[in-house]
């Protein structure tokens, strides 16, 4: 592989965590800060603080000899050539993202330059932050041949964030000058090269040594366009997918056959195109309203993205409904909430539509039961157990005499139910499906009165269909 280079990341969270061992996985040496000193005990003594699969394997290979963490950034930022901030960026009151904790970092890093280093935005940060950071650091007296700003935007999904990062659809490089395009080049070289992908050992995936990884090369304004747009353009699909399913429904059509034939044409493609309680995590909701606020700021009034968000809001009081559609009141009914976590595969539960449902069925008189295979520790701090909201050790026991079981989360488990034993063990055999995750005639089958989304509900013979509520 190539000659490693010395790189700092700044940050230890899902990017920063992720983009360090994956530095050290083609054979950088990496130094990861962080202020948290717990955390970084934690990640010393080998420990996993995120549930992200590949991670622990990949960390317990690399840490000590490929990786190190520290609470020290003024000495990491000595010892290295290339500096990734992968702080977080909340989103602020206004929609806008929170670029407090860049600004604090790089007010630090100001203090420790002592001679050339690229510093490189990792976190997602709204367009011209590039040249804000460029301004922070002249404001601290720090010569501008010793520094330049790339934006490297991240584009990773949680619960396959390492195999995302080694084997990238596109590497997006957003620098002002071949310089730092060069040292840019170096560090992703052994992908772009395809010379990791024939190490032994290396992480298997769609790129390999004679179809690497490509690199795109751009102003750093297009670059943090480029990763804004990417996620709205994202979460437009999601939206639009259920808007569709929302009318399907009304005409009895089945939005899984749509989605179907939408996909197979080439120019749209079958992802994303899944109807459910619609998008939630750390990203598409945040970087959606940042989007937005950046395109009022410069006078663009993009219409489009505050549809999206309104859709995506609209999904939840959809499902809610439903609910209550199957179940008639709520008060003192018992529900088995299967996911808690934003999507499956992950234990995040930030802006998750399983937390935001479950807190509306609470209010409305409800006593849950939760069941996520990696969430529940997460989930407790913001659902704290009582006596109306428990927290199960498996699904079954979840779903013991429950009234209705909730899928809420895609978690495969949750789609490869033994059915005939969940019919054992609920109360009453009905299933409310926000992610779409069983073929409807297949739950008739079992004797589950099903409904889910975009699909005609499927209502047993003697119980009749109810009629439906007025949104």
Request: hydrophobic share 45%; glycine share 8%.
């Amino acid at each position: 592989m190539a000659d490693s280079v010395s790189v700092c990341v700044i940050g230890s969270g899902y990017v920063g965590l992720v983009a360090a061992v994956c530095f050290a996985e083609i054979g950088h040496r990496v130094i990861c800060v962080d202020n948290d000193e717990a955390r970084v005990k934690i990640l010393r003594d080998g420990g996993v603080p995120i549930f992200e699969e590949h991670l622990p394997e990949m960390l317990a290979k690399h840490l000590g000899r490929g990786v190190e963490f520290t609470t020290e950034l003024a000495a990491a930022v000595r010892d290295c050539d290339a500096l990734f901030i992968a702080v977080g960026t909340p989103q602020g009151a206004s929609g806008a993202a929170d670029l407090s904790y860049i600004e604090a970092v790089v007010a630090e890093v100001a203090r420790s330059i002592d001679g050339y280093k690229v510093i490189v935005e990792k976190s997602t940060v709204p367009v011209y932050t590039n040249e804000w950071i460029r301004r922070v650091l002249y404001r601290h007296g720090v010569d501008p041949s010793r520094y330049d700003v790339v934006s490297n935007p991240e584009f990773l999904r949680e619960g396959t964030a390492i195999k995302d990062f080694l084997h990238p659809d596109r590497i997006v490089v957003g620098a002002p000058n071949e310089r730092s395009i060069e040292l840019l080049r170096r560090i992703y070289e052994p992908l772009t090269s395809g010379t990791y992908y024939s190490q032994p050992g290396a992480l298997p995936g769609p790129c390999n040594s004679e179809c690497p990884a490509k690199i795109v090369v751009t102003s750093a304004q297009s670059a943090e366009i480029i990763k804004h747009a990417s996620n709205a353009f994202l979460a437009l699909k999601i939206s639009f997918i259920n808007a569709v399913a929302n009318l399907a429904e009304a005409v009895d059509a089945d939005v899984e056959d749509i989605a179907e034939g939408m996909g197979l044409d080439s120019r749209i493609g079958h992802k994303f195109l899944r109807a459910g309680l619609g998008y939630g995590g750390s990203c598409f909701p945040k970087d959606v309203a940042a989007f937005h606020q950046v395109a009022q700021q410069y006078g663009v009034e993009f219409q489009l993205l505050r549809e999206i968000r309104k859709i995506n809001e609209t999904q939840k009081e959809i499902f809610f409904n439903k609910v209550l559609q199957a179940l008639w009141t709520l008060r003192g009914k018992r529900l088995a909430a299967l996911g808690l976590a934003f999507k499956g595969n992950t234990d995040d539960i930030r802006e998750s539509p399983a937390i935001d449902v479950i807190k509306r069925l609470l209010e409305a008189g409800a006593i849950v039961t939760a069941y996520d295979p990696a969430a529940m520790e997460r989930a407790k701090e913001v659902l704290p157990p009582a006596q109306n909201m428990m927290y199960a050790d498996g699904l079954f026991d979840a779903a013991q005499d429950a009234d209705a079981v909730l899928i809420l989360t895609d978690w495969k488990e949750f789609g490869d139910i033994d059915l005939a034993m969940l019919n054992r063990a609920v109360r009453f055999p009905i299933v409310i499906d926000g992610r779409n995750m069983y073929k409807p005639q297949l739950m008739l089958e079992h004797g589950f009165t099903y409904v889910s989304v975009g699909r005609p509900a499927n209502y047993l013979a003697q119980e009749g269909k109810p009629r439906k509520f007025a949104n």
